[in-house]
């Protein structure tokens, strides 16, 4: 799931040099992710993974950083 | 020469791409309309003087590594590209005695005459001033979107200026990953968004259409300092959540417009705004328009309950990316490129009744940092931005954060837009962005006054050119 997540983050939404270098922890806000980034990223996330992602739950804690995104698709899939 | 560059001579004709025939499109409608063109501007508040003599050269090397930066525009056939005619781009400097006469004299270089055959695409002002002085990136649309403006700012102070370069058009790349087919129903669901769009009667911040007189560009500014702004990203991460940021401020505008009365009261606001194909932090690529447009719409009822505005919205931009709208245009945009101007503008412009389809200009340039070097060794204290657009709607709203401070930019034209009317607007917006107490009643008690008064509610002094 975060080698899918990954290669969307860096060839649809961010820049980085060594998009293989990012860290599962570093911050993808403090990369640049912005706000019309992240609901590309939840709709690529519901497609992908069948899963709906609630619009109440669209926090930065949960986008921040990639082990958070897959934390929240995992929760919401169960 | 980096080998990955494209290696072009000055005869090669660079094409637009479809989004720069969009925006070319526009430009035809405001020049059309006795006014200067679709120039765009992007200003950087310095607090010294930059080292000049190290800006020029960069100038230089920009027209060395990207030919279109001094370019000629050429019709040929039914498309239009730049020629490359490798003329220097001459910093452009002045000096004033206050920040009041440098903000003036901005005005006064968008408001001259710039016919496309004598005019430079792109030129760079510096206007010294008592505290420091303003530098001004002054381009017109069809050339690069206000991303690459900034792209381009950042190459003209970059340390590495080899990292920046030229690379394909975004929306040719997507095309080209798609099939026929996904090409078709792109384009069929395009032409259906644009239709519902067209179904809701905007309302205008003026009432003067195309024949409405000699209009001339104007600017009022407001600036949150800090904390203020750290207060508006607050709210809005609450009302639009992390997805939603510019939709708070769409929403907000509405709001504000709708307290203060529109001069032109329809069914309800549209507001256009840029999904930008480029990643974020991408140096590349600088020229060329990569965007695709979204709309933010919402009838005046809507519009009434705040909470529910912002729950609206973004429930509509969520179905719109997950319908994938947010491509959708790109087909259409690439098939507009074979229309004339005029034709185009009807098409995907106005609606049905023939009316103006946006209530604003709109555009969210972001977040931008600059470090304690600023721009050339000088530091940057603010920034704002400016831009022409059509008549109606005659305003457009241009928002920044630079260095953590929020700057709304309102260019809007003068006499088409009332002035007292913006001034309450503004003041409106002031308050419905920070949501101060009086938000709640303000709806009820200006419908029930009419216009309202002039009393600001806000906290932020107006920054502005008349």
Same mark, same amino acid.
């Given at each position: 799931m975060k080698t899918q997540l990954r290669q969307f983050i860096f060839q649809e939404l961010i820049f980085h040099e060594a998009p293989d270098q990012f860290g599962d922890d570093e911050d993808l806000l403090d990369a640049g992710l912005d706000s019309m980034g992240i609901m590309r990223l939840i709709m690529f996330a519901e497609r992908e993974f069948d899963v709906t992602l609630p619009d109440t739950q669209i926090e930065p804690d949960n986008v921040r950083t990639l082990n958070a995104l897959e934390r929240w698709i995992l929760n919401a899939r169960n | 020469m980096d080998s990955k560059r494209p290696q072009l001579t000055q005869a090669e004709p660079l094409w637009f791409n479809p989004a720069d025939y969009f925006?070319?499109?526009?430009?035809?409608?405001? &020049?059309? $309309?006795? #006014?200067?063109?679709?120039? !765009?501007?992007f200003v950087l508040e310095l607090e010294e003087v930059p080292d000049l003599s190290r800006l020029q050269q960069r100038l230089d090397l920009l027209v060395e590594r990207f030919p279109r930066a001094s370019a000629r525009l050429e019709q040929r056939g039914k498309r239009y590209a730049w020629m490359p005619t490798g003329r220097r781009i001459a910093l452009e400097w002045q000096t004033c005695s206050s920040r009041e006469e440098a903000l003036q004299e901005v005005l006064e270089i968008?408001?001259?005459? $710039?016919p496309m055959a004598e005019t430079l695409p792109l030129r760079l002002h510096w206007i010294g001033d008592d505290r420091g002085g303003l530098l001004l990136l002054n381009w017109i649309h069809p050339l690069l979107d206000a991303r690459g403006g900034k792209i381009l700012m950042d190459f003209l102070c970059s340390a590495e200026p080899d990292k920046f370069g030229e690379s394909?058009?975004?929306?040719?790349? @997507? =095309?080209?990953?798609?099939?026929?087919? @996904?090409?078709?129903?792109?384009? =069929?669901? $395009?032409? &259906?968004?644009?239709?519902?769009?067209?179904?809701?009667? /905007? !309302?205008?911040?003026?009432?003067a259409d195309e024949g409405g007189g000699r209009q001339s560009l104007r600017l009022k500014m407001r600036r949150f300092d800090p904390q203020q702004t750290q207060r508006i990203n607050q709210l809005a991460l609450k009302y639009t959540g992390a997805a939603g940021k510019s939709l708070y401020t769409i929403g907000c505008f509405m709001r504000a417009m709708e307290q203060v009365g529109p001069p032109a009261a329809k069914a309800g606001y549209c507001i256009p705004y840029a999904f930008n194909l480029r990643r974020q932090n991408a140096p590349t690529p600088v020229f060329g328009n990569h965007l695709s447009c979204l709309f933010a719409r919402a009838t005046r009822e809507q519009v009434t309950q705040r909470q529910g505005l912002f729950a609206h919205l973004l429930e509509q931009y969520r179905q719109t990316v997950r319908d994938e709208l947010d491509y959708a245009y790109?087909? =259409? #945009?690439? =098939?507009?490129?074979? %229309?004339?101007? $005029?034709?185009?503008?009807? %098409?995907?412009?106005?609606?049905? /009744?023939g009316g103006e389809l946006s209530s604003l200009w709109f555009s969210d340039i972001g977040d931008l940092r600059f470090g304690p070097d600023g721009f050339l060794g000088a530091p940057v204290s603010g920034m704002f931005h400016l831009c022409w657009m059509t008549l109606p709607p005659g305003m457009a709203l241009l928002v920044g954060q630079g260095n953590g401070q929020l700057t709304l930019s309102f260019s809007y034209l003068h006499p088409a837009v009332e002035e007292s009317w913006l001034e309450r607007l503004m003041a409106r917006m002031d308050a419905e962005l920070l949501e101060t107490p009086e938000v709640g009643c303000a709806l009820h008690t200006e419908h029930a006054q009419g216009m309202g008064d002039a009393d600001s509610g806000g906290q932020c002094p107006p920054y502005g050119v008349p």
């Amino acid at each position: 799931m975060k080698t899918q997540l990954r290669q969307f983050i860096f060839q649809e939404l961010i820049f980085h040099e060594a998009p293989d270098q990012f860290g599962d922890d570093e911050d993808l806000l403090d990369a640049g992710l912005d706000s019309m980034g992240i609901m590309r990223l939840i709709m690529f996330a519901e497609r992908e993974f069948d899963v709906t992602l609630p619009d109440t739950q669209i926090e930065p804690d949960n986008v921040r950083t990639l082990n958070a995104l897959e934390r929240w698709i995992l929760n919401a899939r169960n | 020469m980096d080998s990955k560059r494209p290696q072009l001579t000055q005869a090669e004709p660079l094409w637009f791409n479809p989004a720069d025939y969009f925006t070319f499109v526009l430009d035809q409608e405001i &020049r059309g $309309a006795g #006014m200067p063109g679709g120039y !765009c501007g992007f200003v950087l508040e310095l607090e010294e003087v930059p080292d000049l003599s190290r800006l020029q050269q960069r100038l230089d090397l920009l027209v060395e590594r990207f030919p279109r930066a001094s370019a000629r525009l050429e019709q040929r056939g039914k498309r239009y590209a730049w020629m490359p005619t490798g003329r220097r781009i001459a910093l452009e400097w002045q000096t004033c005695s206050s920040r009041e006469e440098a903000l003036q004299e901005v005005l006064e270089i968008f408001n001259r005459p $710039a016919p496309m055959a004598e005019t430079l695409p792109l030129r760079l002002h510096w206007i010294g001033d008592d505290r420091g002085g303003l530098l001004l990136l002054n381009w017109i649309h069809p050339l690069l979107d206000a991303r690459g403006g900034k792209i381009l700012m950042d190459f003209l102070c970059s340390a590495e200026p080899d990292k920046f370069g030229e690379s394909p058009a975004l929306i040719g790349e @997507k =095309l080209a990953q798609w099939s026929l087919w @996904k090409k078709i129903g792109f384009f =069929l669901k $395009a032409k &259906r968004h644009n239709a519902e769009a067209n179904a809701l009667e /905007s !309302c205008l911040p003026t009432q003067a259409d195309e024949g409405g007189g000699r209009q001339s560009l104007r600017l009022k500014m407001r600036r949150f300092d800090p904390q203020q702004t750290q207060r508006i990203n607050q709210l809005a991460l609450k009302y639009t959540g992390a997805a939603g940021k510019s939709l708070y401020t769409i929403g907000c505008f509405m709001r504000a417009m709708e307290q203060v009365g529109p001069p032109a009261a329809k069914a309800g606001y549209c507001i256009p705004y840029a999904f930008n194909l480029r990643r974020q932090n991408a140096p590349t690529p600088v020229f060329g328009n990569h965007l695709s447009c979204l709309f933010a719409r919402a009838t005046r009822e809507q519009v009434t309950q705040r909470q529910g505005l912002f729950a609206h919205l973004l429930e509509q931009y969520r179905q719109t990316v997950r319908d994938e709208l947010d491509y959708a245009y790109l087909p =259409l #945009m690439w =098939l507009g490129q074979w %229309l004339s101007p $005029a034709r185009y503008a009807r %098409l995907l412009r106005k609606q049905h /009744s023939g009316g103006e389809l946006s209530s604003l200009w709109f555009s969210d340039i972001g977040d931008l940092r600059f470090g304690p070097d600023g721009f050339l060794g000088a530091p940057v204290s603010g920034m704002f931005h400016l831009c022409w657009m059509t008549l109606p709607p005659g305003m457009a709203l241009l928002v920044g954060q630079g260095n953590g401070q929020l700057t709304l930019s309102f260019s809007y034209l003068h006499p088409a837009v009332e002035e007292s009317w913006l001034e309450r607007l503004m003041a409106r917006m002031d308050a419905e962005l920070l949501e101060t107490p009086e938000v709640g009643c303000a709806l009820h008690t200006e419908h029930a006054q009419g216009m309202g008064d002039a009393d600001s509610g806000g906290q932020c002094p107006p920054y502005g050119v008349p």
